[in-house]
Structure formats: structure tokens, C-alpha cells
């Protein structure tokens, strides 16, 4: 078998991967959307002779732990089609993907499991926990006598003014992933559901928080698609009424998990730095680094991690 980046006449086949893999109840389709080249990351697929038999992208993503900025490899996107499992390809394109990793001397990797206990068995572990409450957005209606600042629609070429707001919502944790210009664009201002609406809260002209939300066809309830962003200042903070209208809401999230592992490469990591209302808890999910959720719903902030880089 080999292991190596997609060719680009197999595009289209790697969406036909991901599609199944994915959005089965879509059914057949010819509209993928951008190929993979255009979208963030670089796909991977496993080959036997000519035959593709499982895929992946690589996130070259850039993490904060202990005050340090590591390369920290990001996991998406795998997919094999139902003629290919339960071989063992899977297994050994997370092996393969691993390797490279080591020969480009990171040692940390993440990924979004759709099962935890299936990559828990390949080394990845959980990093973070969270709860998530769910109420209609009547409930928050009570935060408009307390609002101050005001909010407004965001375009994608103004992406830089969240950056200082998800630094700040950050700060508290571990793990705080360096954004590119590129992941804001594909990520936040476009999705494959059809891209969101996104707005930023301000106050005294500076960007305090934003929201992501699309609206589903024969809904008019607004379903978030952005992470949750704390308030930049410490009276938000402090304050529910406050908290509440700068608050961000972010899609529904699967688990996801991190993993530690040895290095070939004696190169030293990099270290340049760059609810109220009425609600109900819903069940207990965990997750440990990537990605988004559903309607009005706010979480508590994940577990700070303690991951230890080894070398």
C-alpha cells in the first residue's frame, strides 16, 4: 500500500469519500462545492496499486501549551467508502499520517473523533470536557435592557478584527489555536450547510464578540455556527446582562481528541508567539480541541488541558 498526497484527477473521488462518509442521506451527488485544493488543508489518501482506499486532510495548525507555540498537525476529514472497511486501512493511513508528522518533528496531533474510543486505541486521548445547555432565544430576551454597544454585519476581508476577541477568550486555556487568514474565510464565513451570517458586537469601537448563525429552510430560529467568545473586558465578565449579549454561540460539537508522541527530529519546538435565562443542561459531551454546534446554545468552558510535549 501507499501513502501519499492526492493526486489532483482523484478530487473528485476524495469527495465522493468524504460525501458518504458524511452526508449519506444526501444521497449520489455531482456538486461537491470547491475541490479539496481550495478548501483549508492538504489531503492525504491511502493507494493500493490504483485503487484509492481511504482519505484524509492535514491542518498545519499552530497551538499554545505552557506559554510555548508548538506545530500541532490537526486530523480531518477521514473517509473510506463502504467497499474498503473494517481492513484496516484507516488504521494504517492514522499510522502513515503519524509518521510524517514525526519527520517533521511535531509532537503534538489533534482531531475531531466521530467515536472516541476508535482513535483512543490508535493514542489519541481526551483533552478538555464541556456541557451544553440549550434554551429558546426568547429566554435571552431580558439582556436587551441591559445592552450597550451595538452589533453589525461582519464581511469576511474584515476577519483580523476577531482575532484580538478569540485571543482574549483563550487566554484562560490551553491549547489556543493560531487562525489563519484562509481558516477564518473557509471556516467562518463560508460553510458547506450554506455559509452563516456573522456578526460583530462593539463597543467604544472595538470588536468585544461575535456570533455565526444560519437559519434552516422552514426555520426562523437562527442556528449558531460559531465558537463561544469571551467578553474582552473584566466588567463583562463579571456581569451576566453583559455576558449574555456578547456572548457567541457555537455549532453542535463532537468529541474530539489530542495526542502526545515521541519525535525522531531533535529540532526544538517553535516559540515565537504569536447564561442565563431559562436553560436545561443537556447530556455531558467531551471534546478537546476543533469545532462547531447548533441552535442557542451556550457551554461551559471547556477544561484547561495538561498535556505534557514530550521530546
Known amino acids: 500500500m501507499d501513502y501519499r498526497p492526492l493526486p489532483e484527477d482523484r478530487e473528485e473521488q476524495f469527495q465522493q469519500y468524504t460525501q458518504y462518509a458524511f452526508r449519506p442521506q444526501a444521497g449520489p451527488t455531482d456538486e461537491y462545492g470547491d475541490p479539496p485544493s481550495e478548501r483549508p488543508g492538504e489531503p492525504r489518501a491511502l493507494f493500493d496499486g490504483d485503487r484509492m482506499l481511504c482519505v484524509c486532510k492535514h491542518h498545519w495548525f499552530r497551538a499554545r501549551l505552557r506559554g510555548q507555540w508548538f506545530e500541532m498537525p490537526g486530523v480531518a476529514a477521514v473517509a473510506s467508502p463502504p467497499e474498503h472497511r473494517r481492513k484496516g486501512y484507516v488504521t494504517r493511513l492514522m499510522a502513515e499520517s503519524l509518521a510524517e508528522y514525526r519527520e517533521r518533528g511535531d509532537v503534538l496531533s489533534a482531531l475531531w473523533a466521530f467515536k472516541h474510543p476508535f482513535y483512543e486505541h490508535l493514542g489519541w486521548g481526551l483533552a478538555n470536557k464541556f456541557v451544553r445547555y440549550e434554551c429558546a432565544p426568547r429566554a435571552l430576551a431580558f439582556a436587551r435592557d441591559h445592552a450597550s454597544g451595538e452589533f453589525r454585519r461582519l464581511e469576511a476581508d474584515e476577519y483580523e478584527l476577531l482575532d484580538p476577541v478569540i485571543a482574549a477568550h483563550a487566554r484562560g486555556y490551553e491549547l489556543e489555536i493560531d487562525r489563519t487568514e484562509k481558516w477564518w474565510r473557509k471556516r467562518i464565513f463560508e460553510s458547506w450547510r450554506g455559509d452563516p451570517y456573522v456578526y460583530v458586537w462593539e463597543k467604544d469601537g472595538e470588536a468585544r464578540g461575535y456570533v455565526g448563525y444560519r437559519i434552516r429552510d422552514g426555520d426562523t430560529t437562527p442556528r449558531s ?7 474582552r473586558t473584566s466588567s463583562a465578565r463579571s456581569n451576566p446582562d453583559r455576558w449574555s449579549v456578547s456572548l457567541t454561540f457555537r455549532p453542535r460539537s463532537r468529541r474530539s481528541t489530542i495526542r502526545r508522541h ?10 515565537t508567539p504569536s447564561q442565563t435565562g431559562t436553560t436545561r443542561p443537556s447530556a455531558s459531551r467531551s471534546r478537546t480541541v476543533k469545532r462547531p454546534a447548533n441552535p442557542c446554545r451556550t457551554r461551559r468552558q471547556p477544561t484547561p488541558t495538561r498535556t ?3 521530546t
Do not use: A, C, D
Not at 225 to 231: E, F, L
Not at 262 to 267: D, G, I, L, P, Q
Open 225 to 231: 455556527s460559531t465558537r463561544p467568545t469571551t467578553p
Open 308 to 310: 505534557r510535549p514530550q
Open 262 to 271: 515521541r519525535t525522531r527530529s531533535s529540532r526544538s519546538p517553535s516559540k
